[in-house]
């Protein structure tokens, strides 16, 4: 079995991490920026006030705006609970219309939200 030249090796390490060097991440396609930690904090503590979750998440949306990003899955969804919890329904609904929208997978899953907003309260 014939042994590989040592500069054949070293020269074909060297292409290997050059060409590795040029890879650039690929760009997402969502805008998560912020969004999963300020989930988190909502479920596990429920810290900061439903106002102050607003402003955090109206900056997420310019940050995605101004980025050419979309907002994630679950974004509208989550916006909207909080407008349900500040009695903003309609701006709830918007959302939740808005996510339905957006990912038409969820279209069951929203349809039943708005259902239970309009149904009467016991």
């Not at 991440?25 to 909502?42: M, N, S, T, V």
Request: net charge positive; charged share 25%.
């Amino acid at each position: 079995m014939k042994r590989a030249h040592p500069l054949r090796l070293v020269a074909a390490i060297a292409m290997g991490s050059v060409l590795v060097g040029c890879v650039q991440a690929p760009k997402q396609i969502y805008h998560w920026e912020g969004f999963q930690g300020q989930l988190y904090e909502h479920f596990k503590a429920d810290r900061s006030s439903p106002e102050e979750q607003l402003r955090i998440l109206g900056a997420q949306v310019e940050e995605a705006r101004a980025s050419g990003a979309a907002l994630p899955p679950g974004f509208r969804a989550h916006l909207a609970m909080i407008y349900l919890r500040l009695g903003r329904d309609g701006e709830a609904k918007q959302e939740l219309e808005a996510e339905k929208a957006n990912f038409p997978e969820s279209a069951q899953y929203m349809d039943f939200l708005l259902k239970r907003m309009t149904a009467p309260k016991p």
